[in-house]
RNA sequence: GGGCGAUUAGCUCAGUUGGUAGAGCGCAACAUUGACGUUGUUGAUGUCACAGGUUCGAAUCCUGUAUCGCCCACCA
């Protein structure tokens, strides 16, 4: 026996020379595995690609939970002799990464964006990312991970840009992308414009005011932002509203603030008659629900603040100013006129930007949006949104725990236009070009057109556009390779139920639309890692763990385990270090489950088709097998956390507490038929037990493994035979 | 306002098709120099939120109530 045994597991000596030994052994890419003999070459597949991280930063602990499942869902396939592939990757992140940068950069050398130029900024960021990347490779390298890194991807990469480019010049000559002038959600700090999904909602005090417009205007109107109302072209009130029907349909024309205003009384159905008076004052241009209603009533609309939130309009003391300086001088001359009738403090949630902390402005600007209710007639007429939605339903993509279908369905049902293009340096640039700068004439392609006075637009892409295409430009799209031939759809996806609008369900548009085929059969969405008393992961909070803080106290494989045992799908996860010492007495346990076996058969060979067991063993034999069914039912039904604590309980209750306890009596009082049967049995449980266990703590597993001489990597070893006898 | 969940031991949570309540941690007592003290044995603690219903039988299925949480939309 290696005199390693004689002293307690240590993970901090074997966990990198392991993964040195799997990584240098090429057999975390399955071409290599058909090539050497260990996997079939007509094996079925079983792929994956990881979910990139973003390059803003490190792996944290909810990364360590994604890999855990991942990694162990690879290394069973694997050991069943699928032909297995996991593809790394990482994602560029766009807004996310810029504005992390941008923050560093204002911090630490006091200067913004505007003083570099394009390209120069460009590649500052662009370094920043891939410093962070670099980590972060090493992060998934310490995680145990068998990612094939021959195969690493990269959103922002050249062989991802040409299929951004490819993508987006489809959409665009099918009329799926278009170039509107519409109304979005300008973020005037970040300068950019966002999506829906990047807004976050603060609850803030307001005033909200109920004003008239003139003295002789015959409807007093509510508002918070009173800044706002010189852009106003009507005022709606509900059709049912007693109070106003005389005045539907009339035009009134006031003086307000400098400005002189033509407006209109609509009745609209969407106007609440509790609210304030009843009537609302129709502002077009920069609220979202009465842009529709101008829409609708084909009211002017009128722009009265710009991309910086100043005012465009108003009179002299108004115009330049902050909106909310604007609202304060409003307010003080409406009450000087005597037409501010009330003002009282409501609680209201603001729309904030994400990243930046903004506050969003709705601004009608020219973007560049895609169609989801357009009929495609390369897709039997159905819509993008109807493609979102087929795989689901036809089963072809099971999403799990399955309540999130019906939470998927609820925001398809709720799905706008989706504006994808970004007032932002980092990312793909949209691959449009206009001649001599104007909007007469363009082009759109994937290289840029002949002759020189065509100006390539500005704007760059939403960061989910290319995430939106990673399962399959990660295997090599738009080329029909073999890769993707082979391994698409992919099997099995593991997100955050947190990105299940912003990336799973536009991977399903896109792979739909493009490939005709969902991304991947199955979506097992997982929950967020909290701090140990429930509390989110957060900066501010500073009660950030680093997972390299865990692994080097208890190890990797303890990690891994505390996150997976008793882990429903879909669920949080409050992290416990008391929990991770649990598993890391687990791997010890392992430790000295081996040490016992190994030096009690000294001397003994395993021999797997030893026939001569007791009665008594062939019936732990008997359980076992038996066993060894049930949990690899439990795995290939997405029971993780069962399967991984019946494990537990297998090794430690039953082989440890029992079987090794019985076997001190047989081996001094037996006869030697029974011992070299107890010995057999015990040497064929051991093999078991390191199998079963090698997905979800594969470093221990493999260093036993290692230290009783195997001449093979545990990691291609073949999972159990369940129902062959041995 | 729309949607989705949760409520089980002191704490954190499991409980797969309905069949006498489970784990980890914690707690108590005892044991032990030979696989492991990162141990073993034994033990205590629960009206499974509440109220009805279905059933021979409900933590589990149905209805309602309460409390908590999350997501989406959003009040001008």
Redesign the pocket.
């Known amino acids: 026996m290696n005199e390693k045994f004689l002293s307690?597991y240590n993970p901090g000596d074997t966990e990198k020379r392991i993964y040195e030994m799997w990584e240098k052994s090429g057999f975390f890419n399955p071409d290599v595995c058909v090539e050497k003999g260990i996997t079939d070459e007509n094996a079925p597949a079983f792929s994956m690609v990881l979910p990139p991280p973003n390059i803003t930063g490190r792996l944290h602990l909810g990364h360590t939970l994604e890999h855990s499942i991942q990694d162990m869902m690879v290394r069973f396939h694997r050991m069943k002799g699928f032909k297995t592939l996991w593809v790394p990757g990482t994602d560029h992140a766009a807004i996310a990464t810029q504005a992390r940068f941008e923050k560093d950069l204002l911090s630490k050398e006091k200067k913004s964006r505007h003083d570099f130029s394009r390209e120069e900024f460009f590649s500052m960021v662009h370094a920043f990312g891939l410093e962070n990347q670099k980590d972060m490779q090493q992060q998934m390298r310490l995680l145990g991970s068998s990612l094939d890194w021959s195969r690493e991807a990269f959103t922002l990469d050249e062989k991802r840009s040409i299929a951004v480019k490819t993508a987006f010049k489809q959409m665009f000559d099918e009329g799926l992308i278009y170039r509107g002038h519409r109304i979005v959600n300008w973020d005037p700090k970040g300068q950019t414009t966002i999506s829906?999904?990047e807004?976050v909602?603060e609850e803030r005090k307001?005033k909200?005011y109920t004003f008239k417009y003139s003295k002789d205007f015959p409807i007093a109107i509510?508002?918070?932002?009173l800044e706002t109302k010189v852009g106003d072209t009507a005022v709606a009130v509900h059709p049912d509203d007693t109070r106003y029907q005389e005045f539907i349909g009339k035009t009134f024309d006031v003086d307000f603030c400098g400005e002189k205003l033509h407006i209109k009384i609509i009745a609209d159905k969407d106007?609440?008659m509790e609210?304030?008076t009843?009537a609302?004052?129709v502002t077009p241009s920069h609220?979202?629900?009465?842009w529709e209603m101008a829409e609708r009533h084909s009211l002017p609309k009128i722009q009265v603040i710009d991309e910086r939130a100043k005012m465009l309009a108003g009179n002299d003391e108004i115009k330049g100013k902050k909106t909310t300086e604007a609202r304060e001088i409003i307010a003080r001359i409406l009450a000087e006129q005597g037409l501010l009738i009330k003002e009282e403090e409501?609680n209201?949630?603001v729309s904030t930007a994400e990243r930046s902390g903004g506050i969003v402005e709705p601004l009608p600007k020219l973007q560049w949006f895609i169609n989801v209710n357009k009929p495609i007639p390369s897709r039997g007429n159905k819509t993008l949104k109807e493609l979102m939605r087929a795989p689901i339903e036809a089963n072809e993509t099971i999403i799990l725990p399955d309540?999130f279908q019906?939470?998927y369905f609820?925001?398809i049902e709720?799905l706008h236009d989706w504006c994808v293009s970004r007032q932002i340096i980092y990312g793909h640039r949209i691959p449009v070009w206009y001649k001599n700068g104007t909007d007469s004439k363009i082009y759109c392609g994937i290289e840029a057109p002949q002759g020189d006075d065509w100006a390539q637009d500005t704007d760059t892409l939403d960061t989910w556009f290319s995430s939106g295409l990673w399962t399959f430009s990660t295997l090599g799209w738009p080329e029909k390779t073999k890769d993707l031939l082979t391994y698409h759809p992919t099997s099995f996806m593991d997100p955050a139920y947190e990105i299940l609008?912003f990336w799973v369900a536009r991977m399903i548009m896109m792979s739909e639309y493009f490939l005709g085929v969902p991304p991947f059969k199955t979506v097992l969405l997982h929950g967020i890692v909290r701090d140990k008393t429930?509390k989110k992961f957060s900066k501010s909070l500073k009660n950030g763990i680093e997972p390299e803080e865990i692994i080097a106290q208890y190890g990797t494989d303890a990690l891994r385990m505390s996150m997976v045992v008793?882990n429903?799908p879909g669920?949080?996860i409050?992290f416990?270090q008391?929990?991770v010492k649990?598993y890391?007495?687990f791997a010890?346990?392992l430790w000295?489950?081996a040490?016992?076996i190994l030096?009690s058969t000294e001397g003994v060979n395993f021999d797997s088709s030893f026939k001569d067991f007791t009665e008594t063993d062939q019936k732990l034999v008997d359980e076992e097998k038996a066993f060894i069914a049930e949990i690899t039912k439990e795995i290939e039904g997405f029971?993780f956390?069962?399967a991984s604590?019946k494990i537990y309980h297998f090794v430690?209750d039953t082989v440890?507490?029992v079987i090794?306890?019985e076997s001190?009596k047989i081996f001094a009082e037996g006869d030697e038929a029974a011992i070299l049967s107890r010995k057999q049995y015990l040497l064929f449980t051991l093999e078991n037990i390191l199998k079963i266990l090698h997905p979800f703590m594969p470093f221990v597993t493999e260093e036993i493994w290692q230290l009783t001489e195997h001449e093979t990597l545990l990691l291609v070893e073949k999972w159990p035979h369940t129902e062959a006898q041995k």
Do not use: C
């Open positions: 307690p829906d999904d807004i909602y307001a909200l509510s508002t918070t932002r106007v609440d609210f304030g009843g609302l004052g609220s979202m629900i009465d409501i209201q949630n309540n019906k939470v609820n925001w709720n609008f429930g008793g429903t669920s949080d409050n416990d008391q929990k649990a890391k007495n010890n346990k000295n489950i040490r016992f030096s029971k956390h069962i604590e430690w440890a507490d090794l306890e001190k």
